[in-house]
């Protein structure tokens, strides 16, 4: 048996985040493991949506993270790694620029991917070998700053969309009322095209949904339950979602229009559950890098 280490750095809208992941080998399979994961909320989309760019205060905190996360992944022994941006870095004006600092004072190299991109980082996470072909499924991840929707049928894309409409973006107003047009008809086009459609959702938005509701991962979650679970986080004040129900401050604010917009989704794609299966871009990541690596074998952390 062999174990290697491998790291995934998830720059969104909303909080950074690095997943170490080991990956087990053996002479049968090979099996990928979560050993720890470590979030920090550096809520860029604040700064993007609403100036254009990334502050000067921003800058330095997501710099001093990736000195860190650096310094983590080397003392973790990880033999390769894939840092990328999504919504915010992809619009803010400075982007350039800030990956430039941060490749200078931290040694990360930070990718900056599009919307298309993100959607083949998720097939990564092999959803498609879990499914059943006979079925269509939607794969919806709500980030801070764009939603990423993409349609898998007979265990292939068939469809694959990114909308800038995120939470922070709804949280502060600066999204654009074309996307939800935009999203309503994207959706009702696959609603007619594709039958008994099975939503797959992703996100720590969605997530903690699935965690307040109690039911298992990986087992479908009714609308109804849903509804509920979402009932009484909007029942609650911001500070007693803190206090009562043990969310993080950067989450008790953008979970209310995350779970607004997952409605709206689930009602314009005609779905009656949600499968929460708990992976997002970091482990989509972590899977394409180690397949990479065996083919090229070669290592980034130095």
């Known amino acids: ?52 760019k990334i502050s000067d205060k921003s800058i330095e905190k997501l710099t001093q993270t990736m000195i860190a996360f650096y310094n983590l992944m080397k003392v973790q022994d990880v033999v390769r790694y894939r840092a990328c941006a999504t919504s915010a870095m992809r619009e803010a004006e400075n982007g ?57 049928s007979g265990s292939a894309i068939v469809a694959s969309h990114s909308f800038n409409i995120g939470t922070i973006r709804l949280l502060n107003e600066t999204y654009k009322m074309s996307e939800f047009s935009s999203l309503k008809k994207f959706l009702n086009e696959i609603k007619n095209k594709y039958k008994n459609i099975e939503l797959i959702g992703s996100g720590g938005n969605i997530n903690k949904l699935l965690k307040i509701s109690g039911k298992k991962e990986g087992k479908p ?31 008790a604010d953008v979970i209310v229009p995350a779970s607004d917009l997952l409605f709206k989704i689930i009602k314009w794609s005609g779905t009656q559950e949600i499968i929460v299966p708990k992976f997002g871009i970091a482990d989509g990541i972590v899977k394409q890098i180690y397949f990479d690596y065996r083919r090229n074998g070669n290592s980034l952390i130095k």
Request: net charge positive; hydrophobic share 40%.
């Open 221 to 251: 979650l009714p609308v109804k339950t849903l509804k509920t679970v979402s009932d009484l986080i909007k029942s609650y004040s911001y500070n007693d979602r803190i206090k009562i129900l043990g969310l993080n401050p950067d989450r």
């Open 96 to 152: 350039a620029k800030v990956i430039k600092k941060i490749k200078k004072e931290s040694g990360i190299t930070i990718e900056i991917i599009d919307g298309k991109t993100e959607a083949e980082i998720i097939f990564n996470n092999r959803i498609d070998e879990s499914l059943d072909t006979k079925h269509s499924y939607m794969y919806v991840d709500i980030g801070g700053g764009s939603t990423e929707i993409t349609l898998f």
């Open 1 to 52: 048996m062999k174990l290697l280490k491998f790291a995934a750095i998830d720059i969104g809208t909303n909080a950074v985040r690095l997943l170490f992941t080991n990956v087990i080998e053996d002479d049968k399979e090979v099996i990928f493991k979560k050993s720890s994961i470590i979030r920090v909320p550096v809520r860029l989309g604040t700064d993007v949506f609403s100036n254009g």
